[in-house]
C-alpha cells in the first residue's frame, strides 16, 4: 500500500475507533481516556492494524501541548505567582522522594545495576500530564484545590526534564564534560526567558494586526503557529513542547483574545488528545508483558502504591485535607510520557538494555491504563464529611450588586439583573455549584459570605444593594448581621426561608425579603384555576388579592405575633363574587330563559 493510502486508512482507523469506544466506555461509567487506550490496544496489539505506534504518538503529542496551552490561558502570571509554593515546594518533594524510593526497590529487585535503578527510580516518579488533566477536565476539577496541586506537581515535572536527562549524561560519563550540563541548564533558562519577553511584548500585537484584518483563518493559523512554535523552541532547548506551549498560553492569559485563542485551539485539542490516548494502546507490547508477565504483575501495583502513599502523606503534611489528598494521590500514581523519553535514551546510552527499557515503558503504559480506574475507585474512600474549597481569587470583582449564595433563587434573579444590563459579583461556598456556573459562562468567585474580609474583597465598598440569597436559614441571618454591622449604608434585599424567617428579617430592618416560595405558589395556584376553566383575568385578580392579604398578615404578624390576622385565610372554598360590585342591582329575570324555574333557583 502506497504512503498516502495508507496514511489515510491510517486515519480512518484512529478517528473510527474514537467514535466507537469513547461513547461506549462513556455510557458503563468507565470514562473516554480508557476507551481511547482500549481501542489503541484492538487496532494496534489485536489486530495489528497499524504497527507504526510510536510513529503516531509523537504526532498525537500535540494533543497534550495544545491542552497545556489552554490550561496557560487560564492562569494569569500573578495566579501562577501564587501557586510558586505548591510547584516548587510539593513538586519538588514528590519527584526527589519518590525518585528515591523508587531507586531502592529498583536496586533491591537486582534488575538494574545502580545508574540504570537511579534512571528507572526518577523515570518512573514522573506522572502522566495527559491522563491527569484528561481526568480532572472530565469531571470538572481542574480549577479545585486538589486539581491546581495536582497541576502544580505536574509543572514541576515537566521541568525536572532538564535535570533528569542531565543525570543521564553524567551517569554515562559521556564526552560531552563536565560543563554540558550546566551549559544545558543555562540554555534552558534563557529559553524561559525568551519565552516570557516574546509572549509580553510580540503576541498580543500580532492578533491585534491579524483581528483588524478581519481574515479568520488567518487567526486560526496564527494561534496555531504561535502554540506550535514555542512548543518547538522549548524542545530545542532540551525542555519539553507542553512547558512552551503552557508559557505561551500564561503570556496570552489576559490578552482581549483569549476566549478566541481557546476556541479556535479547542476543536485540535480534542482531537489530538483522544489520538495520543489511542496511540499509547498502540504502543503496548503485548508480547513484552506476556513474557514478564509475573513482573509487571508485581511491578505495576507496587510502583503505583509507592508513589501513591508518598503523595498523599506529602499533601497531608503541606495542609491536604484526607479527601484531597486521596484524591491526589490516586489521580497521579502512574508513570508519564517522559518516561518513554528517559528510558528510551537510557537504552541508547548503554545504562540498561533495552529490552529493560521496553520493559519499563511497558509498566508506564499499563500504570496509565488503570489510572481512570483507580481515580474511580478512590471515592470509596473519601469521608465526604469536609467542605471542598477552591483558591479564593477576587481579581475583577465589584459591581453596583453583590449577590452572597449562587442558588436556583439567585440564578433567576441574576437573569433578570443583566437582562436589565446590570454587572453582578457573585460569590458562593459551594465548589460543585462554582464549577457548574462557570460552565454556563457565570463570573462566580469562591468565598464564605459570612466571613468580613470576603465581603471586602468581594467588592461590597463599592456595592449598592446586596442580595443575600443563601439557602440555609442559619447562613443568610449571619450574613445579614455582619452586613448591617460594618456596612449600615448598604441595602439589604434578603431571600427568607419560611414566613417565620420573613418576620425575623423585618423586625431586623432589612431592606427587602421574599420568601422563595411565594411568587411561585402565587403562579401555580392561578394556572391551576385557568385549567379548571377559571378565566386569566379572573384567576390574576384572585392571585392579586391573596398577594395582598399575605402582606397585610404579614405587616399584622410583625407587630402582634404570629397568630395575628388569622381571618385573612382561606381555609374552605369561597364563594364565587364578582370582583368588581355592579352599579345597580342585577334583575334576576333579565335575560334568562330558565328564569323563574326551579333549576334556575337552585343554581343560584
Same mark, same amino acid.
Given at each position: 500500500?502506497?504512503?498516502?493510502?495508507?496514511?489515510? !486508512?491510517?486515519?480512518?482507523?484512529?478517528?473510527?475507533?474514537?467514535?466507537?469506544?469513547?461513547?461506549?466506555?462513556?455510557?458503563?461509567?468507565?470514562?473516554?481516556?480508557?476507551?481511547?487506550?482500549?481501542?489503541?490496544?484492538?487496532?494496534?496489539?489485536?489486530?495489528?492494524?497499524?504497527?507504526?505506534?510510536?510513529?503516531?504518538?509523537?504526532?498525537?503529542?500535540?494533543?497534550?501541548?495544545?491542552?497545556?496551552?489552554?490550561?496557560?490561558?487560564?492562569?494569569?502570571?500573578?495566579?501562577?505567582?501564587?501557586?510558586?509554593?505548591?510547584?516548587?515546594?510539593?513538586?519538588?518533594?514528590?519527584?526527589?522522594?519518590?525518585?528515591?524510593?523508587?531507586?531502592?526497590?529498583?536496586?533491591?529487585?537486582?534488575?538494574?545495576?545502580?545508574?540504570?535503578?537511579?534512571?528507572?527510580?526518577?523515570?518512573?516518579?514522573?506522572?502522566?500530564?495527559?491522563?491527569?488533566?484528561?481526568?480532572?477536565?472530565?469531571?470538572?476539577?481542574?480549577?479545585?484545590?486538589?486539581?491546581?496541586? !495536582?497541576?502544580?506537581?505536574?509543572?514541576?515535572?515537566?521541568?525536572?526534564?532538564?535535570?533528569?536527562?542531565?543525570?543521564?549524561?553524567?551517569?554515562?560519563?559521556?564526552?560531552?564534560?563536565?560543563?554540558?550540563?550546566?551549559?544545558?541548564?543555562?540554555?534552558?533558562?534563557?529559553?524561559?526567558?525568551?519565552? +516570557?519577553?516574546?509572549?509580553?511584548?510580540?503576541?498580543?500585537?500580532?492578533?491585534?494586526? +491579524?483581528?483588524?484584518?478581519?481574515?479568520?483563518?488567518?487567526?486560526?493559523?496564527?494561534?496555531?503557529?504561535?502554540?506550535?512554535?514555542? *512548543?518547538?523552541?522549548?524542545?530545542?532547548?532540551?525542555?519539553?513542547?507542553?512547558?512552551?506551549?503552557?508559557?505561551?498560553?500564561?503570556?496570552?492569559?489576559?490578552?482581549?483574545?483569549?476566549?478566541?485563542?481557546?476556541?479556535?485551539?479547542?476543536?485540535?485539542?480534542?482531537?489530538?488528545?483522544?489520538?495520543?490516548?489511542?496511540?499509547?494502546?498502540?504502543?503496548?507490547?503485548?508480547?513484552?508483558?506476556?513474557?514478564?508477565?509475573?513482573?509487571?504483575?508485581?511491578?505495576?501495583?507496587?510502583?503505583?502504591?509507592?508513589?501513591?502513599?508518598?503523595?498523599?502523606?506529602?499533601?497531608?503534611? !503541606?495542609?491536604?485535607?484526607?479527601?484531597?489528598?486521596?484524591?491526589?494521590?490516586?489521580?497521579?500514581?502512574?508513570?508519564?510520557?517522559?518516561?518513554?523519553?528517559?528510558?528510551?535514551?537510557?537504552?541508547?546510552?548503554?545504562?540498561?538494555?533495552?529490552?529493560?527499557?521496553?520493559?519499563?515503558?511497558?509498566?508506564?503504559?499499563?500504570?496509565?491504563?488503570?489510572?481512570?480506574?483507580?481515580?474511580?475507585? !478512590?471515592?470509596?474512600?473519601?469521608?465526604?464529611?469536609?467542605?471542598?474549597?477552591?483558591?479564593?481569587?477576587?481579581?475583577?470583582?465589584?459591581?453596583?450588586?453583590?449577590?452572597?449564595?449562587?442558588?436556583?433563587?439567585?440564578?433567576?434573579?441574576?437573569?433578570?439583573?443583566?437582562?436589565?444590563?446590570?454587572?453582578?459579583?457573585?460569590?458562593?461556598?459551594?465548589?460543585?455549584?462554582?464549577?457548574?456556573?462557570?460552565?454556563?459562562?457565570?463570573?462566580?468567585?469562591?468565598?464564605?459570605?459570612?466571613?468580613?474580609?470576603?465581603?471586602?474583597?468581594?467588592?461590597?465598598?463599592?456595592?449598592?444593594?446586596?442580595?443575600?440569597?443563601?439557602?440555609?436559614?442559619?447562613?443568610?441571618?449571619?450574613?445579614?448581621?455582619?452586613?448591617?454591622?460594618?456596612?449600615?449604608?448598604?441595602?439589604?434585599?434578603?431571600?427568607?426561608?419560611?414566613?417565620?424567617?420573613?418576620?425575623?428579617?423585618?423586625?431586623?430592618?432589612?431592606?427587602?425579603?421574599?420568601?422563595?416560595?411565594?411568587?411561585?405558589?402565587?403562579?401555580?395556584?392561578?394556572?391551576?384555576?385557568?385549567?379548571?376553566?377559571?378565566?386569566?383575568?379572573?384567576?390574576?385578580?384572585?392571585?392579586?388579592? +391573596?398577594?395582598?392579604?399575605?402582606?397585610?398578615?404579614?405587616?399584622?404578624?410583625?407587630?402582634?405575633?404570629?397568630?395575628?390576622?388569622?381571618?385573612?385565610?382561606?381555609?374552605?372554598?369561597?364563594?364565587?363574587?364578582?370582583?368588581?360590585?355592579?352599579?345597580? *342591582? *342585577?334583575?334576576?329575570?333579565?335575560?334568562?330563559?330558565?328564569?323563574?324555574?326551579?333549576?334556575?333557583?337552585?343554581?343560584?
Amino acid at each position: 500500500m502506497s504512503a498516502p493510502n495508507a496514511l489515510f !486508512s491510517e486515519t480512518i482507523l484512529l478517528l473510527g475507533g474514537a467514535v466507537v469506544a469513547a461513547p461506549i466506555f462513556k455510557k458503563l461509567g468507565l470514562g473516554t481516556v480508557l476507551g481511547y487506550l482500549a481501542a489503541g490496544i484492538v487496532i494496534g496489539p489485536v489486530f495489528h492494524g497499524i504497527t507504526d505506534g510510536e510513529q503516531i504518538l509523537a504526532v498525537a503529542e500535540l494533543g497534550v501541548v495544545f491542552l497545556l496551552f489552554i490550561i496557560g490561558l487560564e492562569l494569569k502570571p500573578t495566579r501562577l505567582w501564587q501557586m510558586r509554593r505548591d510547584i516548587f515546594g510539593l513538586g519538588t518533594a514528590q519527584v526527589v522522594l519518590t525518585g528515591l524510593a523508587l531507586t531502592a526497590l529498583a536496586w533491591f529487585s537486582q534488575v538494574l545495576d545502580w545508574r540504570g535503578s537511579i534512571v528507572a527510580g526518577f523515570g518512573l516518579a514522573l506522572s502522566s500530564t495527559a491522563f491527569a488533566m484528561q481526568i480532572l477536565e472530565g469531571d470538572g476539577d481542574v480549577n479545585t484545590r486538589y486539581g491546581q496541586r !495536582s497541576f502544580s506537581m505536574l509543572l514541576f515535572q515537566d521541568l525536572a526534564i532538564v535535570p533528569l536527562l542531565a543525570l543521564i549524561t553524567i551517569l554515562d560519563g559521556g564526552d560531552k564534560g563536565s560543563n554540558a550540563p550546566l551549559l544545558d541548564f543555562a540554555v534552558a533558562v534563557g529559553a524561559v526567558a525568551a519565552m +516570557i519577553v516574546m509572549g509580553r511584548y510580540l503576541l498580543t500585537p500580532l492578533f491585534q494586526i +491579524i483581528a483588524r484584518t478581519g481574515a479568520r483563518e488567518a487567526m486560526i493559523a496564527a494561534a496555531l503557529f504561535v502554540v506550535m512554535g514555542s *512548543a518547538s523552541l522549548m524542545q530545542l532547548a532540551g525542555l519539553s513542547m507542553a512547558m512552551g506551549a503552557f508559557l505561551s498560553g500564561v503570556m496570552l492569559a489576559e490578552s482581549s483574545y483569549r476566549h478566541e485563542l481557546e476556541a479556535d485551539i479547542e476543536p485540535f485539542r480534542g482531537v489530538l488528545l483522544a489520538i495520543f490516548f489511542i496511540a499509547v494502546g498502540l504502543s503496548l507490547e503485548l508480547d513484552v508483558l506476556a513474557d514478564n508477565a509475573l513482573f509487571v504483575i508485581v511491578a505495576v501495583p507496587i510502583v503505583m502504591a509507592v508513589k501513591a502513599i508518598i503523595i498523599y502523606g506529602l499533601c497531608r503534611i !503541606s495542609g491536604s485535607p484526607h479527601d484531597d489528598a486521596i484524591r491526589i494521590a490516586f489521580l497521579l500514581p502512574q508513570g508519564g510520557e517522559f518516561g518513554f523519553v528517559l528510558f528510551t535514551t537510557a537504552g541508547a546510552a548503554g545504562l540498561m538494555s533495552t529490552s529493560t527499557a521496553s520493559l519499563l515503558v511497558a509498566v508506564v503504559t499499563l500504570s496509565m491504563a488503570l489510572t481512570p480506574i483507580g481515580s474511580a475507585l !478512590s471515592k470509596r474512600l473519601l469521608r465526604g464529611d469536609e467542605q471542598e474549597e477552591l483558591d479564593e481569587d477576587f481579581e475583577g470583582a465589584g459591581a453596583d450588586v453583590l449577590m452572597v449564595g449562587f442558588s436556583r433563587f439567585g440564578q433567576i434573579a441574576a437573569q433578570i439583573l443583566l437582562a436589565g444590563g446590570r454587572s453582578v459579583t457573585v460569590i458562593d461556598f459551594s465548589a460543585d455549584r462554582i464549577r457548574q456556573a462557570s460552565s454556563f459562562g457565570f463570573r462566580i468567585y469562591f468565598g464564605d459570605g459570612a466571613r468580613k474580609d470576603v465581603l471586602r474583597s468581594a467588592g461590597i465598598d463599592r456595592a449598592k444593594i446586596v442580595l443575600v440569597c443563601t439557602q440555609k436559614k442559619e447562613i443568610t441571618d449571619k450574613v445579614v448581621e455582619l452586613v448591617q454591622a460594618d456596612y449600615p449604608q448598604t441595602r439589604l434585599y434578603v431571600r427568607s426561608y419560611d414566613r417565620i424567617h420573613s418576620i425575623e428579617l423585618r423586625n431586623k430592618g432589612v431592606d427587602y425579603e421574599l420568601r422563595e416560595t411565594l411568587e411561585s405558589g402565587l403562579l401555580f395556584g392561578r394556572r391551576t384555576l385557568e385549567a379548571l376553566g377559571v378565566s386569566e383575568v379572573d384567576a390574576y385578580e384572585i392571585g392579586e388579592d +391573596i398577594r395582598k392579604r399575605d402582606e397585610a398578615r404579614l405587616v399584622l404578624q410583625v407587630s402582634e405575633g404570629l397568630q395575628a390576622g388569622r381571618d385573612m385565610l382561606f381555609s374552605h372554598p369561597v364563594r364565587p363574587e364578582p370582583l368588581v360590585k355592579p352599579k345597580r *342591582a *342585577a334583575d334576576p329575570f333579565e335575560d334568562d330563559p330558565l328564569a323563574g324555574t326551579a333549576d334556575a333557583t337552585a343554581e343560584a
